[in-house]
């Protein structure tokens, strides 16, 4: 497996990832493309890297595209998020994760009818940033105020107590049945949904940028108190969408200790 990291160099030593999956899921017996399910992040991060590269920076940028987000058999501690697990470990040992003020990954954000979840295991503060960032270019529709628990890339460096969010669409297709499926191609997605994603993430740059002018840091415990007790089942990846309450139990561990979700395969 390979990650692909882009960096673009700022006159502080402080660091912004905006990262998200480039692998997709193998499925016996389905021609699966994943134009929205790894594609997506791919092509965003690509022109986000495009726009970057041409703009004077404080902060210094890295871009990830992570492999093997996916489960090859069932989800699981040790299937899925390899290339996020691997690359958390390896700046944890080299020092670089005591630099980075902000982690924000992408996944599944071309939908055409974009809802992006206020995903629950995401740093409170980067999360409220977002959102009002949103709201203040107009697009604060697209981001929800409410949402489920959902494991992604974020989730190793949310372990390493890494200030981190997750920006997920997962309401693709009616009750999310285009998810793995042969119905998830380019014809689903739209351009505006992109530009939408793209502009709220430049917007918060800047903010991120003007917060190191002034020494002021980001940090915060997850948004929300963690979710236990998900139902099971062979592809699970959300719990209790929409709602803070109702099908699981409630508390509120340190980033380290956040439960695997039962199941989950994306």
């Excluded at 499925?27 to 992040?41: H, T």
């Excluded at 997962?170 to 009750?175: C, K």
């Excluded at 991120?208 to 415990?221: A, D, K, V």
């Amino acid at each position: 497996m390979t990650n692909l990291i882009a960096r673009f160099a700022g006159s502080s030593d402080r660091i912004v990832v905006f990262c998200g999956h480039y692998d997709t899921k193998r499925i016996l017996g389905r021609r699966f493309l994943g134009a929205n399910d790894g594609g997506s992040s791919t092509g965003l991060l690509l022109e986000l890297a495009r726009v970057v590269a041409a703009r004077k920076r404080t902060l210094e940028v890295r871009i990830v595209w992570f492999d093997g987000e996916e489960a090859y058999e069932s989800w699981s501690p040790t299937d899925g998020l390899y290339g996020s697990r691997h690359l958390a470990e390896l700046w944890r040992r080299d020092g670089t994760l005591g630099r980075i003020i902000a982690l924000i990954n992408a996944d599944m954000i071309g939908d055409r009818d974009l809802d992006i979840l206020k995903e629950y295991y995401s740093s409170r503060s980067l999360q409220n940033l977002i959102w009002s960032s949103a709201a203040s270019l107009g697009l604060g529709r697209h981001f929800l105020p409410y949402g489920g628990a959902v494991e992604d890339d974020h989730v190793p460096f949310l372990r390493q107590g890494v200030t981190a969010v997750n920006l997920i669409d997962f309401n693709y297709g009616p009750n999310n049945s285009w998810w793995h499926t042969e119905q998830d191609t380019l014809d689903k997605l739209s351009p505006r949904s992109f530009e939408i994603v793209g502009k709220v993430l430049l917007d918060v740059l800047r903010r991120l940028e003007r917060l190191g002018r002034t020494s002021g840091q980001l940090s915060g415990p997850p948004a929300n108190p963690l979710i236990v007790g998900c139902p099971s089942g062979a592809e699970r990846r959300l719990c209790n969408a929409g709602s803070g309450a109702g099908g699981g139990s409630l508390r509120g561990p340190a980033p380290q200790e956040l439960p695997m979700l039962e199941g989950r395969g994306y």
